[in-house]
């Protein structure tokens, strides 16, 4: 039915609409592809069914070298064009919603999609999808010489896996400290080589005549492999030989010791700034410099809580605030059920003291939260007068705006279905949403929201925010 009191016509209404429904699309299609391991529950089983693909061509590889799966070459064959046509639509899909990056979003939309594309996973990507481009121009005698090329599809793993990533990091972080190691035993197999060479080749003329030939054996005997082909016949090459070996464990302990201490600390500074980055987006604490933040990240507790049970009760005293760290949580305010998800927090003004919950949270997954006691914060208000100070005067600020424990800004951006990866991708804090937004909403969480200014203009897109809103029912729930 037309509104009379709208001033375009049909044609105009239905571009307008239609140029919302694509603007949806892409940002719908961005939280899929990008987004599942932030949390992003869709996008968690975009990446599942991916990955499953990963797998599964990497499995078809070795099974068609296996004479007796012959008779199913067929499949196999059916399989890769299936899996390579998903791989290329995957790739065109990531292509299409590269400017909806924050890094890129300065970007024109070309400029943006091309800086994209030469990003090592997409490179990653790109690889994977080039044997069933190549599959269309050769032969499927010719197309088998590109194994390791569809094997390369393998590497697609590390988009999904934050500690594979980790692990690149952290051996691209040490590099010169690995390759200093490197360069050391490479130094100890060329003095063992030498030292065989001298020694031995007169009676191994064969196997130890040059030193280019005892290279092998002290490659293998530095390595601790030790392959039994070539060994030392005189008490002074069996004296050398038995000091390369003592000096092979230490040897490559070095780059493993490198590794693995570089691992740790990559794993720790992801999780710390995880911890850091949700403690930030509190309100109470977003006018807190990055020290005094750390410093109550530092007081986080862990608290584990299975699917079904009550973590708060509406109208018991507020002693303590949560962040989500993984799993869901659901809120009931009456009739209105909030999902929280990783990334999520509740309770903030519980802190202030003096409070009754005032909704009943329950876990609907299995959960992992962190847990900021009162008692905890206070201690550390004592220890840190500027900590105080600054925490203070949001609490003077806020103290008579809300009679419970959750503030505007939880119930607002948990409405909204927020990702906590939207929530960093915005440009201020939060979101203006005013009552007349969600009505049934805050009416259900017992919060009157104050008068906003008008919206923004819209986003890079030329989107408006009318079409945010539309848009609100579409996202995923808030994590």
């Known amino acids: 039915m037309t509104d009379p009191a709208d ?29 599942g391991s932030a949390g992003d529950p869709e996008g968690r089983w975009v990446d599942r069914f991916l990955i499953l693909l990963v797998l599964l061509a990497v499995l078809l590889v070795a099974l068609e070298t296996v004479p007796s799966f012959s008779e199913w070459d067929g499949v196999f064959d059916l399989c890769e064009i299936v899996i390579g046509a998903t791989f290329l ?46 599959a ?36 691209f972080a040490e590099r010169h400290a690995i390759g200093a190691s490197l360069i050391i035993i490479f130094g100890v197999v060329m003095l063992a080589a030498t030292g065989m060479y001298i020694v031995e080749r007169e009676v191994q003329p064969e196997a130890l005549g040059t030193i280019p030939a005892a290279m092998w054996w002290a490659l293998t005997t530095v390595t601790t492999v030790g392959y039994g082909d070539v060994v030392p016949v005189t008490p002074s090459g069996k004296l050398i030989g038995g000091l390369v070996m003592l000096l092979g464990y230490g040897l490559f302990a070095l780059p493993v010791g490198i590794v693995a201490t570089a691992f740790a600390r990559e794993i720790h500074s992801r999780d710390f700034a995880v911890t850091w980055g949700m403690v930030a987006r509190v309100p109470l604490f977003q006018d807190l410099k990055a020290a005094e933040i750390a410093e109550i990240a530092k007081l986080l507790r862990a608290q584990s809580v299975s699917s079904g049970d009550v973590v708060t009760r509406k109208g018991d005293p507020a002693s303590s605030m949560y962040f989500i760290a993984s799993g869901a949580v659901e809120a009931s305010f009456g009739d209105t059920r909030l999902r929280l998800e990783e990334g999520a927090f509740f309770g903030e003004l519980a802190i202030l003291g003096d409070r009754r919950r005032t909704a009943t949270v329950t876990a609907i997954a299995d959960a992992q939260l962190l847990v900021l006691d009162t008692h905890d914060l206070h201690a550390l208000m004592r220890r840190k007068p500027a900590v105080a100070r600054n925490i203070l005067e949001e609490v003077s600020r806020r103290q008579e705006m809300f009679d419970g424990d959750l503030s505007e ?67 995923p729930d808030r994590s």
Request: glycine fraction near 6%; hydrophobic fraction near 45%; charged fraction near 30%.
């Open 7 to 35: 001033p375009r016509a049909p044609g105009e209404k239905q571009a307008g609409t239609g140029h919302r429904r694509f603007i949806r699309l892409r940002k719908r299609l961005y939280r899929w592809l990008e987004l």
């Open 136 to 171: 269309l121009t050769f032969t499927a005698a010719d197309f088998k010489i590109l194994v390791f090329l569809r094997l390369a599809r393998f590497f697609k793993l590390a988009r999904y896996s934050p500690a594979l990533r980790s692990l690149t990091n952290a051996v």
């Open 409 to 475: 800004e939880e119930v607002a951006a948990a409405a909204e279905g927020e990702t906590a990866v939207d929530v960093a991708l915005r440009e201020s804090a939060f979101a203006d949403l005013t009552a007349a937004n969600a009505p049934d909403l805050f009416t259900g969480a017992g919060i009157d929201l104050p008068e906003t200014g008008s919206p923004d203009e819209g986003d890079d897109d030329g989107e408006s925010e009318t079409a945010e809103d539309d848009d609100a029912s579409d996202r």
């Open 89 to 134: 639509i995957e790739y065109v899909a990531r292509l299409w919603v590269a400017d909806l990056h924050p890094p890129l979003r300065r970007y024109s939309k070309a400029g943006a999609r091309l800086r994209y594309a030469l990003q090592p996973s997409a490179i990653i990507d790109l690889l994977a999808v080039m044997p069933f481009l190549l």
